[in-house]
């Protein structure tokens, strides 16, 4: 991510350039053995990206009286997670994509195998920068480490990949394909948002549930402008290959709705985040400009 996008606030664009050089500083060396699967780790977290995930746990965190030290371990493991996720995702057996941010998917760079294992080791190594966290809290570890998992596993993004695959070739309802949506690509956005307020020790219930309806809704935002994109934008600018869904027969926002219903629903869910926001009660201003983010941005 270019920590200097204009569309951002300067605090937004200020976590963006912290989490890059938390990922770079906590990530293994690439000269450490096994050399080619840290260099693969590392060409996977390193090549770019929207980094939305990070940010949003730095502005919860941070809206919540959280030291910026604090949700360095939660803003980088969602995003190794997600890194993880996009690696076995472009796999041959999954979607077989060769692009993505604009370089060779991993598995093209160093190999098919090389890629399953660095997937693997990535997912390992989020789990386990929470961890061993020193700036934690005990109670807030655990905590968080269950928001984590429960966010990438069958119920969450790993389900969402399994629904997306049998979807192939399908005409889903539009109650589907949210379903799919909040599993694939909102479950870890909402988990973002809850892993900076568990690092802030934020327990209210009421408040917590408004913060995770607001991460759902800035998901699913962001997966329909994704779909969107894929459309109209150009692989130039999105740095993967445009029209990828269509040709897979994947069913997508505006294959179900056309784009100007696409548009719409995406306009719908940030309104949606917006309210929920308002629900928490936590003023943020960098919160609300990532649920305008979500559906304004260009790639």
Known sequence: MNPTRPELTAALRDYAARIERVLESRLPAAAETPQKLHRAMRYSVLGGGKRIRPLLTYATGRALGASLESLDAAAASVEIIHAYSLVHDDLPAMDDDSLRRGQPTCHV??????????????QAFAFELIADCAHTASASCGTMLLQLARACG?????????????????????????????????????ASVLLGAAAASFSDERRLAALGRFGLAVGLAFQI??????????????????????????????????LAGAREAAQFERAKALTALADSGVESEELADLARYAVDRLN
Not at 154 to 169: H, K, P, R
Not at 240 to 248: F, I, M, N
């Open 225 to 258: 402008r994704d779909d969107i994109l894929d459309v109209e934008g150009s692989t130039e600018v999105i740095g993967k290959t445009r029209g990828k869904d269509a040709a897979a027969d994947k069913p997508t926002y505006p294959g179900l709705l056309g």
């Open 109 to 122: 760079a160093f190999g098919e195998a090389t890629a399953i294992l660095a997937g693997d080791a990535l």
């Open 154 to 190: 069958s119920q969450g993004m790993a389900g969402g990949q399994a629904l997306d695959l049998d979807a192939v070739s399908r005409t889903l309802t539009q109650d589907e394909l949210a379903h799919m949506h909040h599993c694939k690509t909102g479950a870890l956005i909402r």
